[in-house]
Structure formats: C-alpha cells, structure tokens
C-alpha cells in the first residue's frame, strides 16, 4: 500500500528543532513539496539525493493539489513539507480536503512553532502565575478575514501573552491598538527568522514596537510576542511547592 501523503511541520528554521519523525519523513521521500518562502533550505537538504524537489512560493494551490495527487498515486512517498507548526497558519485543510475528495490517506506531523522558538530564545515562559496564564496566537489585519469577535482590540484585552503571526505590516495600527490595553513598557519580544543563522530577536518596551520593527525593516517572518511574562518575575508556579501535593508527589 503507498505511504500517505505526509504533512510535515518544519518548526521555525533550524533542521535540529525538527522532530525525529518530522526527519524521518523528509529523508525518506520521493518528493518533497516544500514552502520555500518560510523553510529553510538546510532542512529540504535532508532529503535524499534522488528526491523529486517542488518549491511552492509561486505556485497556486490548483498547481499545488495535483502534482501531490500524481506522485501519490505512481506509488512515490510525498512529503509536504510548511514552516513552523501545521495547526497554524499552514493552508493544510484546503489541501487536505482535496485529498479526501480523492480517498488519498494522510498524515500530519507537528512542528515548532515559531512562537515556542521565540520565547526558548529568550530563555523564557510565557505563562507566570497571578500574571499571566494564557498564550493567544493570531494575527492582525491583512487578507485573511479576521472574525469581529477576534479582532485585535477584542484580544488585547485580555492582556495575555500575545503572539502576533503575519502582522509586521500593520504594526503601526498594531502599536496603537495594544497600547489601550497594555501599558506602555510591556515588554514585546520581535523575532524574525528566530532560529535561522540571521535571526534577530529582541525584547523591547511596546511604545517602541512600531519604531524597531521600521528601523531593522522587518515586513516579512516576523512574530511579536507581547507578554507581562517577559518581565522576570520571582513568584513560582505551585506545582514544584512543597506545600503543594499531587499524585505523582503524595503528602510526606
Ligand atoms: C504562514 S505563517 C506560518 C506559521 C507557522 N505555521 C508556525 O507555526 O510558526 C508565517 C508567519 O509565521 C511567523 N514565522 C514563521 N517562522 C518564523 C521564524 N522563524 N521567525 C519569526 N517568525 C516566524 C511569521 O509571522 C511569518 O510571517
């Protein structure tokens, strides 16, 4: 029986924050079809020497589906290889949904997403008790509709760590928009390209966001992670209290 249609995440950039399995798929496949706008080309290298290869920044999702459908069905192993991690932000439905059109078997491989490599960059956690216990990821503006109910006013009121996908070009409106929530020196960690040799990643007070964001020209693979957690705090999680007792750490 042929292999399913493998969708890999690539995780964020560095081939060593792919998952083993995620490595075991892209060294085994036939054909790689691989986002090569936001992967990195070290991980596609990984590939054997005789893998069919297709980059797809410039192809369209009707080029896309068959060429996986073509190599599927001539019995090849077809990896589809997205950035980061496939529950966001990846258009694997779409692809997905043709798939099962066709009764084609697939299956999906997680990966890092670029906000976990942002805050393992800065050596941080994102959720601290009495501060902040919830991490939203999402996006402002741009083509995708965003439903009213999750506009970024909406979100920023929460005052949670924030993770701010696709939004570099709306930072101005972004900036705006946070600081009626949050104050002003809440720390705003930007990363581009978190975890490839270029990387740029810094925490700055969010009245600076729209300013650093313009001064190092970033448009384009970059996250912003707003959080009160960015602050170093001492207070502690009770899990790890003595005085707290669960099943793996009965009362002594
Ligand atoms: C199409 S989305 C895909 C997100 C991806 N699935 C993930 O889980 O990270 C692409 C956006 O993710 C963010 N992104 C992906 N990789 C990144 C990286 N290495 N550094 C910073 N941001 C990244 C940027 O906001 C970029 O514009």
Redesign the pocket.
């Known amino acids: 029986m042929n292999h399913p249609i493998s969708f890999v995440?690539a995780g964020?950039?560095a081939p060593d924050l792919l998952t083993l399995r995620a490595a075991e798929r892209i060294r085994h496949a036939d054909v790689l079809i691989w986002t090569d706008s936001?992967v990195s080309p070290e991980i596609a290298a990984l590939a054997k020497g005789d893998c069919l290869q297709v980059r797809t920044s410039r192809l369209t999702l009707e080029e896309v589906v068959p060429q996986l459908i073509e190599h599927h069905r001539a019995g090849r192993h077809v990896v589809r290889l997205?950035?980061?991690?496939?529950?966001?932000?990846?258009?694997i439905n779409e692809q997905i949904c043709a798939l099962n059109d066709e009764n084609i078997p697939v299956e999906v491989v997680p990966?890092i997403?670029?906000?976990q490599?942002?805050a393992a960059g800065l050596g941080s956690e994102l959720t601290t008790p009495g501060l902040v216990q919830t991490i939203v990821l999402s996006r402002a503006g741009g083509r995708t509709g965003i439903p009213e109910r999750e506009q970024l006013h909406h979100l920023a009121s929460l005052r949670a760590s924030l993770c701010?996908?696709?939004?570099?070009r709306h930072v101005e409106e972004v900036q705006t928009t946070l600081l009626e929530h949050y104050p002003g020196d809440t720390p705003v960690a930007v990363?581009?390209?978190?975890?490839?040799p270029d990387?740029l990643l810094e925490v700055v007070p969010l009245n600076e966001m729209v300013e650093f964001t313009q001064r190092h020209d970033l448009i384009?693979?970059?996250?912003y992670v707003i959080s009160p957690a960015l602050n170093r705090s001492t207070s502690r999680s009770r899990l790890y209290s003595p005085d707290h007792d669960h099943l793996f750490r009965p009362k002594r």
Not at 82 to 91: M, Q, R, V
Not at 164 to 168: C, F, K, W
């Open positions: 995440g964020p950039g936001l997205h950035d980061g991690d496939t529950a966001l932000y990846s258009a990966g997403s670029a906000y490599a942002a701010l996908y696709l939004s570099a990363g581009y390209r978190v975890g490839w990387q384009r693979t970059t996250l």
